[in-house]
C-alpha cells in the first residue's frame, strides 16, 4: 500500500506559477519513480511528466520548458514546478508512484494515485 498526500494547486491567470508537491510513503513497497498525470473534463488523463530514481526526466510536448520535475534527496516527495501557465494546462493533476524495479533507468506507472488536486488558469 502507497499513500501519496499532494499539495500545491490553485487558481492562477495565465501567464503565471504553481508548485505542486507529492509526498509519497509505504511501508511494504520501493519507490523507483514518480510521475504527473492531469486530467481535462471530458479528456482522457494523460503522463505530463515522470522522474525516474535515476533522476532521468520526461515531459509532454505541451509542456517542455515550462515546467519542471523535480524529487529530494530522501526520494520521498516529487514536485512540479509550473510556470508560464496556460489555461490549457487547467485540469486536475494527480500524482502516481512506481513500485516496481525496472531493469533499466525508466518509469513504468503502478495503480496508486493521489486524490488529484484541481489546478485552474484563466485568460
Known amino acids: 500500500q502507497v499513500q501519496l498526500v499532494e499539495s500545491g494547486g490553485g487558481l492562477v491567470q495565465a501567464g503565471g506559477s504553481l508548485r505542486l508537491s507529492c509526498a509519497a510513503s509505504?511501508?511494504?513497497?520501493?519507490?523507483?519513480?514518480m510521475a504527473w498525470y492531469r486530467q481535462a473534463p471530458g479528456k482522457q488523463r494523460e503522463l505530463v511528466a515522470a522522474?525516474?530514481?535515476?533522476?532521468?526526466?520526461n515531459y509532454v510536448d505541451s509542456v517542455k520548458g515550462r515546467f519542471t520535475i523535480s524529487r529530494d534527496n530522501a526520494m520521498n516527495t516529487v514536485y512540479l514546478q509550473m510556470n508560464s501557465l496556460k489555461p490549457e494546462d487547467t485540469a486536475v493533476y494527480y500524482c502516481?508512484?512506481?513500485?516496481?524495479?525496472?531493469?533499466?533507468?525508466?518509469?513504468?506507472?503502478?495503480?496508486?494515485w493521489g486524490q488529484g488536486t484541481q489546478v485552474t488558469v484563466s485568460s
Open positions: 502516481n508512484a512506481q513500485v516496481r524495479r525496472s531493469s533499466s533507468d525508466t518509469y513504468f506507472p503502478s495503480n496508486y
Open positions: 509505504t511501508r511494504i513497497f520501493s519507490i523507483y519513480g
Open positions: 522522474i525516474t530514481n535515476g533522476g532521468n526526466t
